[in-house]
């Protein structure tokens, strides 16, 4: 018989162990070790059982179990100390306290998805678990953040393999009662809710569910509500589950209604205002809109409020693909708009925020990452080359200013480290140096520790996983309908003491899962060597919608299926953070292989480089700017146009087969010949004037690009160098900025407004209309300046409303400027009807072609960027 209603029954626990509920609700125990030591010693058994969850295994004791652990008094003591403990690091003054009373005090942070830990399965890759360490970093560092996202009944999916290895997708449904959430409730005791319109007079209705990441609350939006109509209640269904009409609605919800949560969050609890803005992705747009609306109802014009909104808002860009980008029929947006989102603002002017008017756009569409830079006064990418990607990708919308100009900046990502680093190797930190080390921000001490020790610790990493890769192998053969006869196999698989390198991620086509099946005869004589085999470890989902990636997964699981080389190859379905948490530290090499340039950055790489793994990457994202030889191996492109963004050199099945013979050739002759200390040939002095083959079985030369790893990688990957990154470059200017322009009634965003206004209407008239030089010799020398002089009409506009500047450097084949510098000029006499003579000089500082040219721009204090307005005048030949 079926149950006909249901709920959730709360532990209500003793008094003297009652501080497990906080430790429980806290999510900080997901990185805290101690802390997740105690649950595990309460019922080490149960423990494993509830998947290492804390509120599952509190929700598991019975009345009897919980007095006896209640009259633990060595229980309690423990208890104690951790809620102290927990308090402590809740309340005292940590790196962001010390910056002083200018930096903002909140900071707004959305998201549509945070990877935090599996028992919260909101995340589907990359972007949500960056997202969840960006909030616990924030925490660790005391960062004023609060976030800002969607609870998804249904999280991602739940990957499982058919018998003839077809990705399957299951939504298990999740019970918000049951997991470490808490829901905001008004005075009264009812539920907080936020409301947005929707057409035909219907409404989308939303409860704030409230998550603790150690000092950060991160509201979660629920549509799952009473008072929602069924078609309402499923907007929050699932992540990325549904297109069109359904994607649109989740990220209204996440942007508008995400601000009204912030406000009725600030109402119920007093916490200050956000100062900062931060839109992670386009998903969360329409928070832009939501803050504009909010101004306009306070009196403020559509250009005042927006120039307001833009000074405190940062726009970060994850996608280096179009196809990336989610993008909506402008029909939908005025259908949804015309509901009454927004009713003081012109729908028109929404729809001008969205719009592709650039060559290449499609002026029928509304694409949110368009929306994303123009709601925003700063941007970035999450990796130096993602930068260029970016400026590159969206430099249509700043016609007539150079690729490098483009005001799209970058942060690169970073991993939390107390999440991602294995539990051994920091209790390996503390036994070798007396405290935590390697995660405490001393990376070089590494160097310090003996290589045996080092060795010695690989290994047990290694066993650990391959402990962990048989039981889920053998798991995954029974859901695909293997009787246990036929696995007694899934028990040798992988050798311990067997180079073992690991690839997980999502899989979409251009991360190539398949590259490595280019060969498969090459691939099998590798994992089959008769002395220097290596074995692979494999997982990733594909989009439930992704045809191709589904198929990229059967053809390798088929792979692996082969009798001849399954003990060596492997792959693991339903990839989340439990399995990552043990791959990452137990492969030897990660490897990844996108095309590049199409990688924004790929995080898993820096997990694995915290525990010691080596990297085998293309030079793509993070590992474009920090290979430096020592730590790992490049795979070389074919492709040597990408960077540019032009077409492909290489037909795509020709540059995969170049590409993939090298990945082969680096393993074999490169990676292994390394890994394994008897086959290392490089000469006497790489392990040790007495031991220069490493005949104690222990290969240093391995170890020695392990430590370098560790000491030069350690803290350049870390969340908490790109969270103080985040906070100097971007928050504390975009604090200033939003300070300045809400100032004594907003006059300066009043003021910009009108400024900005006058030179859009004035700019048609701006033009360089004649340039001259003088004092060159004819045989110019470096450091000879000229004196270069600028005839410029400026209509109505006064001078100081522009900066005329002199663009000088290297002159390409097709007069191109390069590696310029600019020098501005100044205005030296005024000439009449609106003309003027600006002049200056330049010096002359590179040999061979050397060129100039002028442009005039707006200036304005309140400006963050010269390009930002997208306004330049350039002089023409």
């Not at 089959?528 to 085999?533: A, K, Q």
């Not at 013979?661 to 006497?684: C, K």
């Not at 170890?703 to 103080?724: D, F």
Request: proline share 6%.
């Amino acid at each position: 018989m079926k149950a006909i209603r249901r709920f959730t029954v709360r532990t209500v626990l003793p008094e003297s162990i009652a501080p497990l509920a906080r430790l429980a609700g806290n999510l900080r125990w997901s990185w805290h070790r101690p802390t997740q030591q105690l649950f595990e010693q309460l019922d080490p058994k149960a423990w494993a059982e509830v998947g290492q969850d804390p509120v599952a295994l509190l929700g598991s004791f019975t009345r009897e179990r919980l007095r006896e652990l209640a009259a633990n008094q060595q229980v309690v003591t423990r208890v104690r100390e951790l809620d102290a403990d927990l308090e402590q690091y809740l309340t005292e003054d940590r790196w962001y306290q010390t910056l002083g009373a200018d930096a903002p005090a909140s900071i707004a942070y959305f998201s549509p998805e945070y990877g935090i830990t599996h028992v919260l399965p909101q995340y589907s890759g990359g972007l949500g678990i960056l997202a969840g360490d960006h909030l616990k970093a924030a925490s660790d560092l005391g960062v004023p953040l609060v976030g800002v996202g969607l609870l998804y009944a249904a999280g991602y999916f739940k990957q499982s393999l058919s018998r003839d290895a077809w990705q399957q997708e299951t939504y298990p449904v999740l019970d918000p009662d049951g997991l470490p959430l808490t829901l905001l409730r008004e005075a009264d005791g009812q539920p907080a809710q936020v409301t947005l319109p929707l057409p035909n007079g219907r409404r989308l209705g939303a409860f704030i569910w409230r998550a603790d990441v150690g000092r950060v609350p991160l509201l979660l939006l629920d549509s799952n509500i009473p008072g929602n109509d069924e078609a309402a209640r499923g907007i929050t269904d699932r992540l990325y589950g549904g297109g069109g009409d359904h994607r649109l609605q989740q990220e209204l919800l996440l942007g508008m209604g995400g601000v009204k949560a912030l406000r009725v969050h600030q109402r119920l609890t007093g916490a200050p205002a956000p100062e900062v803005f931060h839109t992670n992705e386009g998903h969360a747009g329409f928070l832009g809109v939501e803050r504009i609306q909010e101004l306009a109802a306070a009196g403020l014009s559509w250009d005042e409020a927006l120039a307001a909104g833009r000074a405190n808002t940062v726009f970060t860009t994850h996608t280096p693909v179009p196809a990336g980008i989610d993008r909506f029929d402008k029909a939908q947006i005025q259908h949804f708009f015309s509901a009454g989102l927004a009713p003081d603002v012109p729908t028109a002017k929404i729809l001008e925020l969205g719009d592709e008017n650039y060559d290449g756009g499609d002026p029928s569409k509304f694409n949110m990452a368009v929306m994303g830079l123009r709601l925003a006064q700063r941007a970035n990418g999450v990796a130096k080359l993602h930068g260029v990607v970016s400026r590159g990708m969206f430099s249509g919308l700043w016609p007539g200013f150079d690729q490098q100009e483009v005001p799209i900046g970058s942060v690169t990502n970073g991993v939390h480290v107390p999440t991602w680093v294995d539990p051994r190797v920091a209790e390996f930190a503390r036994s070798a140096f007396g405290n935590q080390t390697v995660i405490d921000r001393q990376w070089e001490r590494v160097y310090d520790a003996a290589d045996e020790d080092i060795w010695a610790l690989r290994r047990t990493l290694r066993t650990n996983l391959i402990d962990d890769v048989r039981r889920r192998l053998r798991a995954s053969w029974k859901k695909r309908g293997a009787a246990d006869a036929e696995l007694a196999w899934t028990d040798s698989v992988l050798d311990p003491d067997v180079l073992t390198i690991g690839f997980a991620r999502r899989v979409p086509t251009y991360k190539r899962l398949t590259l490595m099946l280019r060969d498969p005869a090459r691939l099998k004589a590798l994992l089959l060597h008769p002395e220097r085999p290596v074995q692979l470890v494999i997982a990733g989902k594909s989009h439930p919608a992704d045809e191709q990636g589904k198929r990229m997964i059967q053809d390798l699981v088929r792979f692996t299926d082969d009798p001849e080389v399954r003990h060596r190859i492997v792959f693991l379905p339903n990839y989340d953070i439990a399995m990552a948490r043990t791959l990452f530290p137990g492969c030897d090499v990660w490897l990844n292989n996108p095309l590049r340039p199409l990688e924004a950055c790929g995080t898993s790489g820096m997990k694995a480089a915290i525990n010691g793994g080596l990297n085998l990457s293309v030079l793509d994202g993070w590992w474009d700017e920090m290979f430096d030889g020592g730590n790992g191996w490049a795979i070389p492109t074919a492709n040597p146009s990408t960077d540019a963004g032009t077409d492909d050199v290489f037909d795509p099945d020709e540059r995969d087969d170049i590409e993939a013979a090298a990945l082969y050739d680096l393993v074999e002759n490169h990676v292994a010949p390394r890994f394994y200390a008897a086959e290392i040939s490089e000469g006497a002095g790489a392990a040790g004037p007495s031991d220069p083959v490493g005949t104690d079985k222990v290969p240093h030369q391995w170890i020695a690009m392990i430590k370098h790893t560790l000491a030069n990688l350690g803290p350049a990957v870390s969340a908490e160098r790109m969270l103080q990154d985040y906070v100097e470059q971007l928050y504390r200017p975009a604090s200033t900025s939003g300070q300045a322009a809400r100032a004594d009634d907003f006059a300066a965003a009043k003021e910009l407004a009108a400024w900005t206004s006058r030179v859009r209407n004035a700019w048609g008239d701006v033009s360089v209309e004649h340039v001259d030089s003088m004092g060159i010799t004819d045989e110019p020398q470096i450091g000879e300046s000229l004196t270069v002089n600028a005839y410029v009409r400026l209509g109505p506009l006064a001078p100081d409303s522009v900066i005329v500047q002199v663009v000088h450097g290297q002159v390409t084949e097709n007069d191109d400027l390069a590696q310029t510098s600019t020098d501005d000029l100044t205005v030296a006499e005024q000439l009449g009807d609106g003309r003027y003579l600006f002049t200056g000089p330049v010096t002359i500082d590179r040999s061979g072609s050397f060129g100039y040219s002028v442009r005039v721009l707006p200036k304005h204090a309140s400006l963050a960027n010269q390009a930002e307005l997208g306004l330049v005048a350039n002089a023409s030949n």
